[in-house]
T-cell receptor
Framework: DVKVTQSSRYLVKRTGEKVFLECVQD?????MFWYRQDPGLGLRLIYF???????EKGDIPEGYSVSREKKERFSLILESASTNQTSMYLC??????????????FGPGTRLTVT | DQQVKQNSPSLSVQEGRISILNCDYT??????FLWYKKYPAEGPTFLIS?????DKNEDGRFTVFLNKSAKHLSLHIVPSQPGDSAVYFC???????????FGPGTRLSVLP
């Protein structure tokens, strides 16, 4: 079974703090993603990575950065947390399945509250 | 502007009846569609998919229908069970790619 783990289930941080969210996958997937989930907006892509040390901006990258030093680990960094970054953060990795299509596997999520 | 829309934020259905969840999209380049199911405090899990070369895909109690001309897909769950109560996300990608665009989700409640 594919396993995607996230370092924390719940985090409470203060405005201005630097926040690290860690994600690890154990299936040797090349592709990893960070989303945030907000009510009424669904999942919105923050950043993704197709390979080690490679990153691409998603739809809402402002206020975030990422790091991928090892294939299995993808970190999301909030340089200076703000209250509008209070959200559920979901990490995913993907693999190619039959027919050349992709399937994404998600971690359990980190509920971040910035006060 | 959302490219993938799920216009019903919530849906309640009686156990044993059919649940129909709808999804509309605006990007005619989308050619691969998925449904994910999400329980509270868990990540989404893959449920069923369909490619644009088909108009129907079935997996047990779950069937997805695609109407390309209307840019509409629907997920049918028959019969609905209380364990199906979750948030369902519709997602789409172009060129069978791996960057998916997600809809806002529909919360399904199956009442015993």
């Amino acid at each position: 079974d594919v396993k995607v783990t996230q370092s924390s289930r719940y985090l409470v941080k203060r405005t201005g703090e630097k926040v690290f969210l860690e994600c690890v996958q154990d299936m040797d997937h090349e592709n990893m993603f960070w989303y945030r989930q907000d009510p009424g907006l669904g999942l919105r892509l923050i950043y993704f990575s197709y390979d080690v040390k490679m990153k691409e901006k998603g739809d809402i990258p402002e206020g975030y950065s990422v790091s991928r030093e090892k294939k299995e680990r993808f970190s999301l960094i909030l340089e200076s947390a703000s209250t509008n970054q209070t959200s559920m953060y979901l990490c995913a990795s993907s693999s190619r399945i039959q027919g050349g299509r992709y399937e994404q596997y998600f971690g359990p999520g980190t509920r971040l509250t910035v006060t | 502007d959302q490219q993938v829309k799920q216009n019903s934020p919530s849906l309640s259905v009686q156990e044993g009846r059919i649940s129909i969840l709808n999804c509309d999209y605006t990007n005619s380049m989308f050619d691969y569609f998925l449904w994910y199911k999400k329980y509270p405090a868990e990540g989404p899990t893959f449920l069923i998919s369909i490619s644009s070369i088909k108009d129907k895909n079935e997996d047990g109690r779950f069937t997805v229908f695609l109407n390309k001309s209307a840019k509409h897909l629907s997920l049918h769950i028959v019969p609905s069970q209380p364990g199906d109560s979750a948030v369902y996300f519709c997602a789409a990608s172009e060129n069978y790619g791996q960057n998916f665009v997600f809809g806002p989700g529909t919360r399904l409640s199956v009442l015993p």
